[in-house]
């Protein structure tokens, strides 16, 4: 069982950038997909970024798409969310979350997708 935990969040103002980090333990990081989510208060987790074991495939939510970069170093176990060009709609707590690559069925942009899920960090974009 993987182990997920979020870093980097923080107040920012609209129009700064700010850089995620999760960091795995606990389990093989490369057998593992990988997802951002966010949780705005009194709404759903949303989908922000999904990227797969090996980073060949990635995938973005539309509200995000063109503004936030995902990647992931296996190397050192992490997983990145670079966001840029922040604004008071991206105020959130953004989680992580991993599904292990050989599981078959589901959607990525999906919450029940994943089983595996970090606490969250908390992002805050003042205007």
């Known amino acids: 069982q993987v182990l997920l935990v979020e870093s980097g969040g923080g107040l920012v103002q609209t129009g700064d950038s700010l850089k995620l980090s999760c960091a795995a333990s606990?389990?093989?990081?490369?057998?593992?997909?990988m997802g951002w989510f966010r949780q705005a208060p009194g709404k759903g987790r949303e989908f922000v970024s999904f990227i797969g074991s090996g980073g060949g495939y990635i995938s973005y939510g539309d509200s995000v798409k063109g503004r936030f970069a995902i990647s992931r170093d296996n190397a050192k176990n992490t997983l990145y969310l670079q966001m840029n060009s922040l604004n008071p709609d991206d105020t959130a707590v953004y989680y992580c979350?991993?599904?292990?690559?050989?599981?078959?069925?589901?959607?990525?942009?999906?919450?029940?997708?994943?089983?595996?899920w970090g606490q969250g960090t908390q992002v805050t974009v003042s205007s």
């Open positions: 979350a991993a599904r292990p690559e050989e599981w078959t069925g589901g959607i990525n942009r999906s919450p029940s997708y994943y089983p595996y």
């Open positions: 606990g389990g093989t990081f490369s057998n593992y997909d």
